[in-house]
């Protein structure tokens, strides 16, 4: 059996490509593995269960229909869809998770997370993290009309870059960065060896950075999920080992 993990598909209406894809390896490719964990970021922005569009509609079909075909899928928030609430779980037969968790992969103890708080270099998006996520800002966020809440997140969304609310990658995905921003936009050694120490795992599963690969840490194995701006990006784990693959989009 294969056990599957995506993230940072960030997905919306005026991206037809990405979506195509997604609805595509739900309808084929997930319907044959074990569990699917989508590791945040699922949608460019989320700004509360009752944003009832019609392309949101569509998503959530798709994912009830797999589900309701006995695929458990389970999603972490990420930072641009940690809005999504438990109306959008029931909606979907999705199962929200707890950041991070902790699972036993095929006899490995796994630690699973979107991955920002990694970034602690980014001492600016963290400070932001903290206050956007604060209790009491979520909940008066939930009292807000729907459109204040549509301004807020396309105001955060088209001013993500230098005010400490996104990467760089995220917000300018075509412009080179230089070897400072993405160090300071990466997650650190420190941060991750330390939260595999607390949470006694040995390997680390994540996305948030938009920098797949696989890479050995004193204290395990760390996955990075890529993005799908250009590609799908999947990660196949079975009990023989992990495969990190790109598929490509659909034809706009």
């Known amino acids: 059996m294969t056990t599957t993990f995506i993230s940072d598909l960030h997905l919306s209406a005026d991206r037809p490509d990405i979506t195509g894809l997604f609805v595509q390896f739900l309808r084929t490719e997930a319907r044959?593995?074990?569990?699917?964990?989508?590791?945040?970021?699922?949608?460019?922005?989320?700004?509360g269960d009752d944003d009832n569009t019609p392309f949101h509609r569509e998503v959530k079909g798709e994912l009830r229909a797999l589900t309701d075909a006995g695929i458990p899928c389970f999603f972490i928030h990420g930072n641009r869809d940690?809005?999504?609430?438990?109306?959008?779980?029931?909606?979907?037969g999705v199962t929200l998770l707890p950041e991070p968790t902790v699972i036993d992969l095929y006899g490995i103890p796994t630690v699973l997370l979107h991955g920002d708080t990694l970034c602690t270099k980014d001492v600016g998006y963290q400070r932001f993290r903290k206050v956007i996520r604060?209790?009491?800002?979520?909940?008066?966020?939930?009292w807000m009309p729907l459109s204040w809440r549509r301004k807020i997140a396309t105001y955060l969304r088209d001013n993500s870059a230098g005010n400490g609310s996104d990467s760089a990658t995220e917000s300018k995905p075509n412009k080179p960065l230089s070897d400072e921003q993405l160090a300071k936009y990466d997650a650190t050694d420190t941060a991750v060896e330390a939260l595999m120490q607390e949470t006694d795992t040995i390997q680390m599963i994540h996305g948030h950075t938009h920098r797949p690969g696989i890479h050995t840490h004193a204290t395990g194995t760390r996955i990075v999920l890529g993005d799908w701006y250009e590609q799908g990006s999947i990660l196949d784990v079975t009990g023989t080992g992990a495969h990190l693959r790109s598929e490509p989009l659909l034809t706009r």
């Open 32 to 47: 044959s593995c074990e569990a699917l964990y989508i590791l945040g970021d699922l949608f460019e922005y989320w700004i």
């Open 82 to 92: 940690f809005l999504v609430g438990e109306t959008f779980a029931k909606e979907t």
């Open 134 to 142: 604060h209790p009491w800002l979520l909940a008066c966020t939930a």
